[in-house]
């Protein structure tokens, strides 16, 4: 379902996770005498929030906020998370970025993909990846669906990895495509 097509409560729902992530996140930015904008939308089903940098000297902070491969971040959407739940009575779902570390890691993780499927596809054999968590998993699926391949993640967290595999009717179509 789109985010055009969802049902207007459920955009409201979203919406209200939003803004308490938000509110949550002001204090917590104001506690830690760190700045930035927060910007809120509503993007594939979910809440999303954006914290970006207001001032020069901002960047530094946030990208403290973000930590080594991203822990932090994801440490502070799950606390963001939590903050919803206990507001709403309901799970959240919401995606939190900081610093715009998520956009520029999905184009990294596009390119990893992208090199597994030329690899998988001269050499017809299944390429594993590095260790991934699960948002970076679902973008390297999506790359590898949309390319015709086939994929799965494999092991146990924290080194659950994606294993990409021949899809034999559409290899010669991504070749084609990508030449």
């Known amino acids: 379902m789109s985010d055009n097509a969802m049902p207007i409560d459920?955009?409201?729902?979203?919406?209200?996770?939003g803004e308490i992530g938000a509110d949550y996140l002001e204090e917590f930015l104001d506690i830690a005498d760190i700045g930035g904008d927060i910007d809120i939308?509503?993007?594939h089903g979910r809440a999303s929030i954006a914290v970006v940098a207001s001032d020069e000297g901002d960047e530094r902070d946030l990208a403290a906020l973000v930590g080594d491969n991203g822990e932090i971040l994801e440490a502070v959407q799950d606390l963001t998370r939590l903050a919803v739940?206990?507001?709403t009575g309901s799970r959240s779902?919401?995606?939190l970025d900081i610093n715009e570390y998520r956009v520029s890691r999905r184009h990294e993780l596009a390119k990893v993909a992208e090199e597994a499927i030329t690899k998988v596809l001269l050499s017809g054999e299944p390429v594993a990846l590095a260790p991934m968590n699960p948002f970076e998993r679902k973008i390297c699926h999506d790359v590898v669906a949309s390319a015709g391949l086939v994929s799965g993640s494999e092991g146990a967290e924290p080194y659950r990895h994606v294993v990409v595999s021949p899809a034999k009717d559409n290899a010669?179509?991504?070749?084609?495509?990508?030449i």
């Open 10 to 17: 459920m955009v409201s729902h979203l919406e209200e996770e």
């Open 85 to 87: 739940q206990t507001r």
């Open 41 to 43: 939308d509503v993007a």
């Open 93 to 95: 779902r919401l995606m």
């Open 172 to 178: 010669v179509d991504y070749i084609a495509k990508t």
